[in-house]
Every structure is written in structure tokens, then in C-alpha cells.
């Protein structure tokens, strides 16, 4: 069983369309990412997040540490939107992340 | 402030040969990172160095592979005598310090013939 668990796998979404991806992890966690990967390859980090809720532009995320699961949403989803989204949950002693195995995202015009 | 550097960005070799790949951090980063994205699945942390010390290495296979980040220069992953498998992106991300936002590069794109 993976340390980290994202769902959905795929994601195929009108534009404009609301949307959410979930994570859950099984380890203990100093902080949580979450990770955009596009086409080329590249990979962007998204947020980093320990506690409560950020907010940028249209992402928002949400991470509850009791629960040991986070949330990323989009709001009025974009073609350009399309890409993996990767939950990343950083071990306690800071050294290495354990992945999502990824969710592939597209949107519709 | 230029990103994370990795280079080359793509690299083809044969069976048997050797694979240097090379991750220049952020300016006044002193944390590098790398990882490995096989065909088809998801990132795996590979190693965690600092300046001149590997601090966890725990994701790295025990033969074939090494890494160093020298005092001077880049940090370098070097895989002997490579094989298919080992064909992949690997990436490299770098933090100013343990535990901080890590910043990922461009990645090195492996080929084995």
C-alpha cells in the first residue's frame, strides 16, 4: 500500500466546472504539497501546506491533519488547467517525499 | 534568481555505458534532492544531500548508482553500467533549507538503448 493515495486517477472535466482531488496519507507529515506536472514534464509546486487552507488565483487547498487527508480544488476550470496534479506529503524529518501516484486532468473546452 | 538547473536534458546511451546527470540548485540553496519518474508511474525520492554530505539515501539502489554534491559545482547522479531499465526522468529539486519548499528542475530525460 502507498504512504500516499490520490484519487481520482483521471479527471476529465467541462470548462468552467468545478473541481476537486483528494489525497490521503498514511505517514507522519512535517507538510504537504501539491505538485502540477504538464506535458513537458516540468513540475511546478502548487502549495505547500501544514495546517488549515491556502488560496492562489483559482486553486485553493485544504489539508486536515487529523483526518491525515487534503483536498485541491479548482474553481472555473480551464483547458490550460490540464495537466497531473501530485500530492506530495514531506516525512517528519524533512528528508523526502512520498507521492501520489497522480491525477491526469483534462479539460474540455 | 535563475530555477533549479539540470542538464542535459535529454540523454541517450547504450547498455553498459555510464550516465552523468547534473543539478545546479537555486542561488543559496544548500538542500538537493533527487527523484526518479518511471515510464508510466509516479515520482520516488531517490537521495537528499547537503553540501558535501549525504544525508538519506534510503531511495537509491544499492548497486550502480551514486551521487555527490560537491562543495564546488553541481550535484551529480551518476548510474554505471545502465541498463533499459533504468531508462526514466529523474528529477532534482533544491530548498534552501531541510524541510522547506523544494523547487524542482526541468528534469533529465534518460534513454537506454
Known amino acids: 500500500k502507498n504512504e500516499v493515495e490520490q484519487s481520482p486517477q483521471n479527471l476529465t472535466a467541462q470548462e468552467g466546472e468545478f473541481i476537486t482531488i483528494n489525497c490521503s496519507y498514511s505517514?507522519?507529515?512535517?507538510?504537504l504539497h501539491w505538485l502540477q506536472q504538464h506535458p513537458g514534464g516540468g513540475i511546478v509546486s502548487l502549495f505547500m501546506l501544514s495546517s488549515g487552507k491556502k488560496k492562489h488565483g483559482r486553486l485553493i487547498a485544504t489539508i486536515n491533519i487529523q483526518e491525515k487527508h487534503s483536498s485541491l480544488h479548482i474553481t472555473a476550470s480551464h483547458p490550460r488547467d490540464s495537466a497531473v496534479y501530485i500530492c506530495a506529503a514531506l516525512s517528519n524529518t524533512g528528508n523526502q517525499f512520498y507521492f501520489g501516484t497522480g491525477t491526469s486532468l483534462t479539460v474540455i473546452p | 534568481n535563475a530555477g533549479v538547473m539540470q542538464n542535459p536534458r535529454h540523454l541517450v546511451r547504450r547498455r553498459g555505458q555510464e550516465a552523468r546527470l547534473r543539478c545546479s540548485p537555486m542561488?543559496?540553496?544548500?538542500?538537493v534532492y533527487w527523484y526518479r519518474q518511471l515510464p508510466e508511474e509516479g515520482l520516488k525520492f531517490m537521495v537528499y544531500?547537503?553540501?558535501?554530505?549525504?544525508?538519506?539515501e534510503s531511495g537509491m539502489p544499492k548497486e550502480r548508482f551514486s551521487a555527490e554534491f560537491p562543495k564546488e559545482g553541481p550535484s551529480i547522479l551518476r548510474i554505471q553500467q545502465v541498463v533499459r531499465g533504468d531508462s526514466a526522468a529523474y528529477f532534482c529539486?533544491?530548498?534552501?533549507?531541510?524541510?522547506?519548499?523544494?523547487?524542482f528542475g526541468p528534469g533529465t530525460r534518460l534513454t537506454v538503448l
Open positions: 529539486a533544491s530548498s534552501p533549507f531541510g524541510g522547506d519548499t523544494q523547487y
Open positions: 542561488k543559496g540553496h544548500s538542500h
Open positions: 544531500l547537503q553540501k558535501e554530505n549525504i544525508i538519506d
Open positions: 505517514v507522519g507529515i512535517s507538510a
